[in-house]
């Protein structure tokens, strides 16, 4: 019998006390434990970012984090942004500009565009290819994806403020 790790975290605001296998991944706690499956797990190796979620404000693959590791952590996921009824100004922008198709990738390049906004990275073409380079889409060929960010982006201005959304434990799944 594996021995069980007690952890807290609190995730989109909410604050969640559990007993995880020392070596269960954070995606998996997320998805099987608290049951946000807007997280979603594609490689398991870290390579396509579908999986991204913040974690302390910094963006991390949830398949290559323990969920003990994210003990005493904020983590935020897509959940988080906003609602179906109520979607974050960064969901919109993607819904406006036709940036997704299938949707597997769109929650882990939400959550990517959410870190490079707090960033304060100015909002040039060059800047949001660079830092959506390792979150990977078979569908869009990232087109309407880029310009869903560079207009949300020159939106929030400076401050990335407009990509902050709702923290909503029952949120869009993605």
Same mark, same amino acid.
Request: hydrophobic share 35%.
């Given at each position: ?6 952890? !807290? ?10 007993e995880v296998p ?29 999986? !991204? ?51 597997f990738c769109t ?58 959304g709702t923290e ?7």
């Amino acid at each position: 019998m594996i021995p069980k790790v007690p952890i !807290t975290v609190t995730v989109n605001g909410r604050t969640y006390e559990r007993e995880v296998p020392p070596r269960l991944h954070l995606a998996d706690f997320l998805r099987e434990d608290l049951h946000l499956t807007g997280t979603h797990v594609g490689c398991e190796h870290g390579i396509c970012g579908a999986c !991204t979620i913040l974690l302390n404000g910094d963006s991390v693959r949830s398949c290559l984090t323990f969920a003990v590791q994210a003990n005493g952590a904020e983590i935020t996921t897509v959940e988080g942004l906003g609602t179906p009824d109520d979607l974050s100004p960064l969901q919109q922008a993607f819904r406006e500009h036709h940036a997704l198709q299938c949707g597997f990738c769109t929650p882990g390049m939400l959550m990517s565009t959410i870190d490079l906004m707090q960033k304060g990275t100015p909002a040039t073409e060059e800047a949001v290819r660079g830092a959506l380079s390792g979150n990977l889409c078979r569908c869009t060929g990232y087109e309407n994806i880029v310009r869903a960010v560079l207009a949300a982006m020159e939106a929030a201005g400076p401050e990335g403020k407009a990509a902050e959304g709702t923290e909503n434990e029952a949120g869009a799944n993605g």
